[in-house]
């Protein structure tokens, strides 16, 4: 198996259609000069990889030794095929993976062309944001509750995301039917702010933008071309106030952090107390900044419990030294997440060793491209 994420062997970029509904929601990186949404998208795999392993750790922190795999699923070429019918044996979970998979390229999408920095996954109805801000299920809805509440520099956004890879999700003759369940679970929830207080509390309904993205799996055998589809439905409620944007982006960019951070096991729950834990803090070295990051060592057996000197023994004993990683958050995000702080977007940065920094701070890196702090 190749592994490579941001840093060492760079992965492939792929290409596949991309329709965008309507037009005009499609971000200018990826208009023609005519000024209509282009034919293809490319998606880098690396960039898709870093989006898995946030994913995973923020949805099921227990499973991250799942490691970004996708080269050696897909056929050879630039276009995103993978090989014969699809990852899985039979439906069930062709269907697992598609969904997986959806998830993964649906959030690089999102971060890498309409630019939102903090991913909060949605787990489940009335979920808090803060004392003061939640995701509710529309009273009488009955669908399930979208995947994200995402920010990127003055917007919010709830978002969706699917993968299939059935035949029969096209484009001739209206949505993909995945496309459809989105835009309903996007419709069937609000933002809701408090109000008042004691007996008097409120929840009034607040807007924000919706998106949903669905990848359509290409396989080889039989022979089916890949494609993206985004929707960008309206929502319900009243406008949020400037104010109310600020404190609603805190309040998700805070949660966002926390997850990523209790998956990296950087924190821990006590009950209804999250406290923080000793951790690891390291320095990369093609990083000319000296910036520090905490996190753990992350391998193909899950988070190991170990300093960086046993780390980088256990990757040098290894087939491909590379299995082993280090996975964490700038320190200046933890930090500031810690002492009740603003949290800020940071520069995308890539260093010298080709390893990427993503705008949350999150970095998956060689063990062997790494020295203590």
């Not at 960039?47 to 099921?60: F, G, K, M």
């Not at 600020?246 to 997850?259: G, M």
């Not at 060793?353 to 020295?371: A, E, K, R, Y």
Request: neutral net charge; glycine residues 10%; proline residues 7%.
């Amino acid at each position: 198996m190749r592994i490579a994420l941001n840093g060492g062997n760079e992965m492939s970029v792929r290409s596949l259609r991309y329709i965008i509904e309507p037009p005009s929601a499609c971000p200018p990186g990826l208009l023609t000069s005519a000024g209509v949404p282009v034919d293809q998208i490319q998606m880098d795999l690396d960039d898709v990889a870093r989006s898995a392993w946030n994913e995973i750790l923020q949805t099921a922190p227990g499973s991250s030794s799942l490691f970004a795999f996708f080269e050696d699923l897909l056929e050879p070429g630039s276009n995103l095929i993978w090989r014969g019918s699809g990852p899985g044996r039979g439906t069930e979970m062709r269907r697992s993976f598609s969904g997986l998979f959806g998830r993964f390229f649906a959030r690089a999408y999102l971060q890498l062309n309409h630019g939102f920095v903090w991913f909060t996954a949605i787990d489940g109805n009335n979920f808090p944001l803060s004392p003061n801000w939640r995701v509710r299920r529309k009273s009488r809805s009955k669908t399930n509750m979208p995947d994200w509440i995402c920010v990127r520099p003055g917007e919010l956004a709830i978002a969706e995301a699917k993968g299939t890879h059935q035949k029969g999700n096209c484009t001739r003759g209206g949505q993909p039917g995945p496309i459809k369940t989105a835009d309903g679970q996007l419709k069937g929830v609000v933002v809701e702010k408090r109000t008042g207080g004691g007996r008097l509390t409120g929840w009034n309904e607040k807007s924000v933008k919706g998106w949903a993205v669905m990848s359509r799996w290409g396989t080889a055998n039989p022979v089916r071309d890949p494609f993206m589809y985004v929707l960008d439905p309206k929502t319900d409620g009243e406008p949020l106030s400037a104010d109310e944007i600020e404190e609603l982006s805190q309040a998700v960019a805070r949660k966002s952090v926390e997850q990523t951070a209790l998956g990296l096991r950087l924190l821990q729950g006590k009950g209804a107390e999250i406290v923080p834990t000793p951790r690891h803090k390291i320095r990369i070295v093609g990083d000319d900044e000296k910036r520090d990051f905490s996190g753990s060592v992350v391998s193909p057996f899950g988070i190991l419990d170990m300093g960086l000197d046993q780390a980088m023994e256990l990757a040098l004993r290894m087939p491909n030294p590379e299995a082993v990683r280090f996975v964490g958050l700038e320190d200046e995000v933890l930090t500031n997440y810690l002492e009740g702080r603003h949290l800020k977007e940071l520069p995308r940065r890539k260093l010298n060793d080709g390893t990427v920094v993503g705008s949350d701070g999150l970095v998956v890196v060689p063990i062997t491209n790494t020295m203590a702090s």
